[in-house]
T-cell receptor, first 113, second 111 residues
Framework: SAVISQKPSRDICQRGTSLTIQCQVDSQVTMMFWYRQQPGQSLTLIAT?????????ESGFVIDKFPISRPNLTFSTLTVSNMSPEDSSIYLC??????????FGPGTRLTVT | GQQVMQIPQYQHVQEGEDFTTYCNSS?????IQWYKQRPGGHPVFLIQLVKSGEVKKQKRLTFQFGEAKKNSSLHITATQTTDVGTYFC???????????FGKGTKLSVIP
């Protein structure tokens, strides 16, 4: 299984600002995913990030709000732009193993004040 | 996309009792995965079921995929305090890597 790290692990941000979350994997992977998980809730897929192509966003998520970069096979970033308190959540990246199962990073806990 | 309903939302059991969580879909699923998330942790992959009627066991955990591939269950025998957490099922469309997660079942174990 892949080892995944995320930075920052948590942050408190002011509304109107942006935060970029980094996801680093210890091996090359084709597919990376970004999820949002509000406290006590399930995971919601934000987008799929494949290296060399634009990210594919799920319904309700747009590139202007959640721009994603995938510069190589071991790294991705998710930016939460123009934040509001409603963006307070845990953001998780994951990678697909090659057999459809996913491995998750530890998450970034974001609080917007 | 695929939708899946997971019940119950919460389950409190005495240590040593059994526990079961269910996932149900109105459409035929190509596969179903199960994840466990400990409090304060991230989801951890447990198992993937692909075949109709499939049953897989991991120590005290038994996973089943229905004959019609529309439902699945996770059963824990003789729960322990280490079983505490939220159990999620997750499904994807045929040939798709994108997962849709159930709402999860939060398991509390009373010592």
């Amino acid at each position: 299984s892949a080892v995944i790290s995320q930075k920052p692990s948590r942050d408190i941000c002011q509304r109107g600002t942006s935060l970029t979350i980094q996801c680093q994997v210890d091996s090359q992977v084709t597919m990376m995913f970004w999820y949002r998980q509000q406290p006590g809730q399930s995971l919601t897929l934000i987008a799929t990030a494949n290296q060399g192509s634009e990210a594919t966003y799920e319904s309700g998520f747009v590139i202007d709000k959640f721009p994603i970069s995938r510069p190589n096979l071991t790294f991705s970033t998710l930016t939460v732009s123009n934040m509001s308190p409603e963006d307070s959540s845990i953001y998780l990246c994951s990678v697909e193993s090659g057999s459809y199962e996913q491995y998750f990073g530890p998450g970034t806990r974001l609080t917007v004040t | 996309g695929q939708q899946v309903m997971q019940i119950p939302q919460y389950q409190h059991v005495q240590e040593g009792e059994d526990f079961t969580t269910y996932c149900n879909s109105s459409t035929t699923l190509s596969n179903i995965q199960w994840y466990k998330q400990r409090p304060g942790g991230h989801p951890v992959f447990l198992i993937q079921l692909v075949k109709s009627g499939e049953v897989k066991k991991q120590k005290r955990l038994t996973f089943q995929f229905g004959e019609a591939k529309k439902n699945s269950s996770l059963h824990i025998t003789a729960t322990q305090t280490t079983d505490v957490g939220t159990y999620f099922c997750a499904v994807s469309g045929a040939g798709s890597y994108q997962l849709t997660f159930g709402k999860g079942t939060k398991l509390s174990v009373i010592p």
